[in-house]
Each structure stands twice: as C-alpha cells, then as structure tokens.
C-alpha cells in the first residue's frame, strides 16, 4: 500500500500568512500541520509515500526532505495547478501504478490517526473508503447521502442544497479501480476534477463504497479560527518539560514546555502553552493555548490563544488575543497621537460626542 499526500493548495482562506509560506507547513504547538499527517500515515504501516506539491514545492521539499525522518520513503509530484482531488489522483496515475492507496489532505487534523481505517480497509478491500462526520455547516463541504442501512449511495460537493450533515474528512482509501473513474471525469462547474464525482461513478458502476464514521477529533485547518483551536488541542495533550532557561522571577503555571535555548525572564506563563527554541520571553504574560515559535522575542506584552511563527517580534504591547502572526513580524505600540474630533456638520445638526 502506498499513499499519496495532497500538499500542493494555495490556502487563500489564511491569507496573507499564505502569501509566503504553505499552508501546510504552519505550525500546530509549533510543528507544522503537513508533520502530523505525515507521522499518522507512517504510524499506520505505509512507506511509500508520494507528496503532491504546488507552487510552494522548494518549501515543501526542504521541510520533509527524503521522508526518512519519518520513516517514509517520499516521491515528490508537481501538480500545476490546483485543479482538484481527483487531479491530484490523475498526476500520480503513475506513481501509484495498481497498488492500493491512501489518500491524506495535508492541511487536514485527525486525532487518533488512521490505523483503524488502513487495518479495515486492507481487510475488507472495497472499492473506496472514506470517513465521515456530522458538521454544521455541510454546504461547505464534499456531502455523503447513505441508505437505510448506512451504505453510501451518493455524494455531492460542496452542494446548495445537502442531502445530509455527513461531510467527508480528508482522508480515503483507494483501489486501483479509483483510475478508471478519474479517466472518466469532466470538470465541475468549478473547474475541478472532483473526488465526490470520481466516487459517485465508482458507486454508479456497482463497486461497494464503504464509509466510516469518525469518533475522534477532525479539522481542516484552512482558516484561522481552525488553526487556534487545532493549536488548542494539541497543547492540552503536551506534558510540562523546561528545557530552555527560566528565572527565579519567573512563573510557569499548568502544563508548559520551554524548548531549548528559550529564556523566559520575569514573565508569567499560563499553560498549556509552549516556548520555542531560542526565544526570549521578557516581562511578558503569555496564556494558555498559546505557541511561540523558535527564535521569537516577547517583551513587556501580554498574549494568549494565539500562534507566533519564527523570529517574530512583539514588544511593549497590550493584550494580544485569537492571532495568528507570522514570520519575522514586528508588533510594537503606535505612537502617540494627539485625541480630537474633525467634523464636517450640515445645518442644524445635532451631534452627541462622548468626551
């Protein structure tokens, strides 16, 4: 079995940070989103392992390098454009030849991993596999319908009107037989190969379709509000370690990691939060669900449920809450500035100012 890792979207939903860096590559407990898929697709047995990059390739590449740091054998394919899942399938028609595989969107979080889906799957062998799960909003997203008896009989992205609340997670299982469908695939009215129409044609051609629900925690990290509360949860299952330098006019409160070569110097740190390498906290608050990058500075500021990447800088700034703030960013006080009202008033008007 093989898999074939998508890490190839512009990610326009984390504008700008995604103007100049993947979107799979921001850091959740400052290890990026692409690592944990990674890391559950080797943890489920699978060494062979194709990456499907974009125009953010030569990042992508010097991030995960060969694969052998987590123990994968990676093959890196160039997709030109985002045009689509299927695509992604289609360019790797190649690669995958008629082996079995698995597919993981790389901006996507599970907890628990895929062992159980990838056992499952090898046991049963249905045409494809795919994972479920009730959402709110499921106009959002690629839709299941099932049958009485919880078979799968239909599928529809993103589609105005669901036919259910059972979005599908970015993760499926694949036969060869899912090339025959790819083949026969026209664009969408978005201009994309879809993989809900490429099931849907395995389903129509009568090859079984299985689906399983998810029990755990998923989330599909493409805005920033999924970013902070992935970060969340993954701080809250990180135990306390202080390996960095941390003053007698310090506190550490709760669960918080101090990685090494961090100084934290007449701060109060509320956990669980983590401290990256090399970063210099200095008379600052930092809250809990925060993550400062390695080589962040933080001086006489508060912070809290946020994501500070590389070397960015905050200093002499008050509250700073639900952010996401990028490489070598500086944040400082405006200066200041004189308190007035200019007003253009018609006749006869009637102003209120509160003084």
């Known amino acids: 079995m093989k898999a074939l890792v998508l890490a190839g979207g512009a990610g326009t939903r984390l504008r700008p940070i995604t103007h100049t860096s993947a979107k799979q590559l921001v850091p959740v407990a400052n ?14 047995g699978v060494r ?21 740091a987590f123990g994968l054998q990676v093959t890196y394919l160039r997709q030109h454009a985002p045009l689509g899942l299927a695509h992604a399938v289609a360019i790797a028609r ?27 799957f090898a046991h049963d062998r249905p045409a494809a596999q795919i994972m479920l799960t ?6 959002q997203f690629g839709v299941a319908e099932l049958d009485s008896e919880g078979r799968v009989v239909g599928l529809e992205e993103k589609p105005r009107h669901p036919k259910s609340d059972l979005a599908l997670v970015g993760v499926y299982m694949f036969t060869a037989a899912i090339h025959d469908a790819v083949a026969e695939l026209k664009p969408s009215g978005r201009g ?47 135990p306390a370690r202080v390996e960095g330098t941390v003053d007698p006019g310090s506190e550490l ?6 990685e090494p070569g961090a100084m934290v110097t007449r701060s109060r740190i509320v956990g669980p939060a983590v401290i990256g390498a090399g970063a210099v906290i200095t008379g600052s608050y930092v809250g809990p669900f925060t993550s400062i990058a390695a080589g962040c ?39 200041a500035t004189p308190r ?16």
């Open 31 to 44: 290890k990026p989103v692409l690592f944990y898929g990674l890391e559950a697709v080797a943890a489920a």
């Open 48 to 68: 062979e392992t194709g990456i499907v990059v974009g125009d953010t390739h030569a990042e992508i590449e010097a991030a995960v390098g060969d694969g052998s």
């Open 94 to 120: 190649d690669y995958l030849a008629d082996d079995d595989f698995v597919m993981y969107l790389g901006d996507n979080f599970i907890v628990g991993g895929i062992n159980g889906l990838v056992d499952r």
């Open 134 to 139: 009730q959402v709110a909003d499921p106009g």
């Open 192 to 238: 994309e190969l879809e993989i809900t129409d490429a099931i849907q044609w395995l389903i129509d051609a009568g090859h079984r379709v299985e689906s399983t629900m998810v029990t755990g925690y998923w989330k599909d990290t493409g805005n920033v509000t999924d970013m902070l509360e992935v970060n969340r949860l993954v701080l809250e299952s990180l």
């Open 253 to 258: 409160i709760g669960r918080v990691v101090v």
């Open 297 to 335: 500075s933080i001086s006489h500021s508060e912070i809290e449920y946020s994501i500070v990447l590389p070397r960015a800088s905050i200093s002499g700034v008050g509250r700073i809450e639900a952010s996401l703030i990028g490489h070598d960013v500086e944040v400082t006080p405006a200066p």
């Open 340 to 355: 007035a009202h200019r007003l253009v008033l018609g006749d006869h008007s009637k102003v209120q100012i509160s003084c």
